[in-house]
């Protein structure tokens, strides 16, 4: 070994434990930890999910017990998610607007009962819609003005309800501005909005179509409104319209196959920038993890340092929970 070589030896700040903890960029903290949550109708129901094992759909009574272990756990915020009764879907989403629907319900009883938890809210159609889709359809297309009309009106019930953040998903264009401005005049200042900036059409989320029973409902793909995985710098114009228009947080989803963007997006806005874990790349560890090809655990804090890493400053994820626990024993 050379002189030169020698004087830069990498080793010596891997050396030993203590050395490595002090030199270490990035950590995981329980803070950075969002947990999205699926409700059911009903009573005392926790309904496991075949494609996403650990994973359980849950009453609003029981929704209220989770909600406190993720608060006791020291998690900051909660994201909910309704499997909606497929008698109440129609066409137009309608029940979406609906004040005492499932998801404002839980919203309601969440806060209530664990006033400390931050309750995020999706505002998209396709938990309401027949046809699976995120907006209103018609003759063959997702029409935009109309959906976020609707969503904008959903936002501020969703507000009502008791909801702090309201995240639209659905990808319409103009939608941060419609909601911020409808929230504002209806006196919901202070609700944030965390936009799903960057959503991607992409193949990850299959399982939690079967979480909210969308699955087999939907006709065709969402190509017309999900950003094609294959183009970046169109994700990050539409992010920067998002930002004029008003959003007070970012979001890329899905989030491993796309930390390029989670960059991308937090050098160009300097915005809060949150990556959504989808319900695909949960399933995959989960599902190796199971079969002995990985260590699941380790994969797990891995995967989500890595959106740290990436710039993020936190992630949706549905290791929520048991991330949280592994932490606070750190
Ligand atoms: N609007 C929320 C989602 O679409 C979640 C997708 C997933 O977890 O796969």
Known sequence: MDRITGHRRMRRNRKADWSRRLVQENRLTIDDLIWPIFIVPGNGIVEPIDAMPGVNRMSVDRAVEAAKEAADLGIPAIATFPNIDVALRDETGSHSLAPDNLIN?????????????????????????????????????????E????????????????????????????????????LDASGHQNVGIMSYATKFASAFYGPYREAIGTGGLLKGDKKSYYIDPANGTEAIRDAALDVEEGADMLMVKPGLAYLDICWRMKEAFGLPVFAYQVSGEYTQIKAAAANGWID?????????????????????????????KILAKR
Do not use: W
Request: charged share 25%.
């Open 105 to 145: 319900r839980a919203t309601r009883a969440i806060k209530k009962a664990v006033p400390n938890i931050g309750v995020i809210t999706d505002v998209a159609l396709d938990p309401f819609t027949s046809h699976g889709h995120d907006g209103i359809l018609r003759d063959g297309e997702i029409v935009n003005d």
């Open 147 to 182: 959906t976020v009309e609707t969503i904008a009106r959903a936002a501020v019930i969703q507000a009502n309800a008791g909801s702090d953040i309201i995240a639209p998903s659905e990808m319409m264009d103009g939608r941060i501005g419609a909601i911020r401005e409808a």
């Open 296 to 324: 699941g655990e380790r994969v797990m804090l891995e995967t989500l340092l890595a959106f740290k890493r990436a710039g993020c400053d936190g992630i949706l994820s549905y290791f929520a929970v048991e991330a949280a």
